[in-house]
């Protein structure tokens, strides 16, 4: 997604240095350039640089938007990895320790899943319009696994039973899973 934003921007810079290259520099020494033969800069050239900027600052926007839904995915799925990974250590440390490290982790966890879901929010925003009917069937599938994985995690920290929390850990865990791989399907 990124990288095609990226390739789409790059020859539109490069063509635009290239025209400007041999330029000389304007006389307020703020270190422009200005057009080969001197001169005012032609109003086409500004709109150039304006859709420039605006391609640049999109670009930005993009990758702050998609970082921070990412990143909130990685606490929410990666940090669910890791527990499970570590829960037989945890379980040698004493009769508490899990249930504290679980804990400490819910502190990481809802704040990472309502990043996910603003974040979400902003993505079907930015990158609904225009999208084939099986993208956005893809999507509702998403959010539905979403609101799951979110009941799941809350039962989970519920269950006071072994076969509860087991089952609906591992139910979280599937759902999370399923809307990572949904999410990449979505960026394409
Ligand atoms: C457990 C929760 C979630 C996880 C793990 C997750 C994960 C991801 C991942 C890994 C991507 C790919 C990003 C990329 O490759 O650039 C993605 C994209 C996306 N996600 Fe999520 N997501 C979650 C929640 C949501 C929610 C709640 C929504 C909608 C309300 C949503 C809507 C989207 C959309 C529309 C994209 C495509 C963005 C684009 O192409 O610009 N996600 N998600």
């Given at each position: 997604?990124?990288?095609?934003?990226?390739?789409?921007?790059?020859?539109?810079?490069?063509?635009?240095?290239?025209?400007?290259?041999?330029?000389?520099?304007?006389?307020?020494?703020?270190?422009?350039?200005?057009?080969?033969?001197?001169?005012?800069?032609?109003?086409?050239?500004?709109?150039?640089?304006?859709?420039?900027?605006?391609?640049?600052?999109?670009?930005?926007?993009?990758t702050?938007?998609?970082?921070?839904?990412?990143?909130?995915?990685?606490?929410?799925?990666?940090?669910?990895?890791?527990l499970?990974?570590?829960?037989?250590?945890?379980?040698?440390?004493?009769?508490?320790?899990?249930?504290?490290?679980?804990?400490?982790?819910?502190?990481?966890?809802?704040?990472?899943?309502?990043v996910?879901?603003?974040?979400?929010?902003?993505?079907?925003?930015?990158?609904?319009?225009?999208?084939?009917?099986?993208?956005?069937l893809?999507?509702?599938?998403?959010?539905?696994?979403v609101?799951?994985?979110?009941?799941?995690?809350?039962?989970?920290?519920?269950?006071?039973?072994?076969?509860?929390?087991?089952?609906?850990?591992?139910?979280?865990?599937?759902?999370?899973?399923?809307?990572?791989?949904?999410?990449?399907?979505?960026?394409?």
């Amino acid at each position: 997604m990124l990288g095609r934003i990226l390739r789409r921007m790059l020859p539109a810079c490069s063509a635009r240095a290239a025209a400007w290259g041999g330029g000389r520099k304007l006389a307020d020494g703020g270190g422009r350039s200005a057009p080969p033969g001197g001169g005012l800069v032609p109003p086409e050239r500004n709109r150039q640089t304006a859709s420039m900027l605006i391609g640049a600052l999109a670009t930005a926007v993009t990758t702050i938007r998609l970082t921070l839904h990412v990143l909130a995915a990685a606490v929410w799925v990666g940090g669910q990895i890791v527990l499970a990974g570590l829960l037989p250590t945890l379980r040698s440390l004493g009769p508490d320790a899990s249930r504290r490290i679980a804990q400490a982790f819910g502190r990481l966890q809802w704040p990472a899943y309502a990043v996910l879901l603003l974040t979400g929010i902003w993505n079907v925003s930015a990158a609904s319009k225009g999208q084939p009917h099986l993208w956005s069937l893809v999507l509702g599938f998403k959010v539905g696994v979403v609101l799951f994985a979110g009941l799941g995690a809350f039962l989970h920290q519920r269950s006071t039973s072994r076969a509860g929390l087991a089952l609906w850990g591992s139910l979280t865990g599937v759902a999370s899973l399923a809307a990572l791989v949904l999410g990449v399907l979505l960026a394409g």
